[in-house]
């Protein structure tokens, strides 16, 4: 199975800081990664596909780069509404698999 | 609008069975290969299942293989996890998921439920 390794696990930050979020996965998953956000009690939303690719209605202060092992996930410009837990997860093949989350907290 | 309603979890003893459902709509269901994910503070997020449009292939980790039964009704927009033998740790909040394709290879979940809760415990 792809082993998912995100990192930090938490991140304290501020209103308007720039910040990045890496996964990393265990083999090549060329660009077959997803990112997704998770607000408390609430289910995941889709933000990036194929490691770069905004979904539609996702702010363009997202967004995601890499290919291969390599992930990251960047916000530009923090905004309260960011607050929240970020995964990662490969598609590439089955068993999907996710990383074990990184939680954006307010400094 | 895509919606994903889930229903059927609840508290169950070990050993014990449970068929949770999911009703869909705003898309066209048989479009679309359906994903079942859990998700448990201890073990963060699970892919537990997936089924194409037609409902001809399945796949399972090897947690559930044997235990789980993934299923779908096209004609009532309706995906199915049937849950057998089930453990303490099977507990966890279980998510209906789209994808974004038809066939068994469309891995990539775009859109989820909200969840249905299910505890096992004696």
């Known amino acids: 199975d792809i082993q998912m390794t995100q990192s930090p696990s938490t991140l304290s930050a501020s209103v308007g800081d720039r910040v990045t979020i890496t996964c990393r996965a265990s083999q090549n998953i060329n660009r077959w990664l997803a990112w997704y956000q998770q607000k408390q009690g609430k289910a995941p939303r889709l933000l990036i596909q194929q490691g770069y690719i905004l979904q539609g209605g996702v702010p363009s202060r997202f967004s995601g780069s890499g290919s291969g092992t390599e992930f990251t996930l960047t916000i530009s410009s923090l905004q309260p509404d960011d607050f929240a837990t970020y995964y990662c997860?490969?598609?590439?093949?089955?068993?999907?698999?996710f990383g074990q989350g990184t939680r954006l907290e307010i400094k | 609008e895509v919606q994903l309603v889930e229903s059927g979890g609840d508290l169950v003893q070990p050993g014990g069975s449970l068929r949770l459902s999911c009703a869909a709509s705003?898309?066209?269901?048989?479009?679309?290969?359906m994903i079942w994910v859990r998700q448990t503070p201890g073990k963060g997020l699970e892919w537990v299942s997936s089924?194409?449009?037609?409902?001809?292939?399945?796949s399972y980790p090897d947690s559930v293989r044997g235990r789980f039964t993934i299923s779908r009704d096209n004609s009532k927009s309706t995906l199915f996890l049937q849950m057998d033998s089930l453990r303490d740790e099977d507990t966890a909040i279980f998510y209906c998921a789209k994808s974004d394709c038809e066939t068994i290879g469309c891995k990539l979940i775009d859109y989820w439920g909200q969840g249905t809760l299910v505890t096992v415990s004696s």
């Open positions: 089924i194409d449009g037609r409902g001809d292939s399945t």
């Open positions: 705003g898309f066209t269901f048989n479009k679309h290969t």
């Open positions: 997860q490969h598609y590439n093949d089955y068993p999907l698999t």
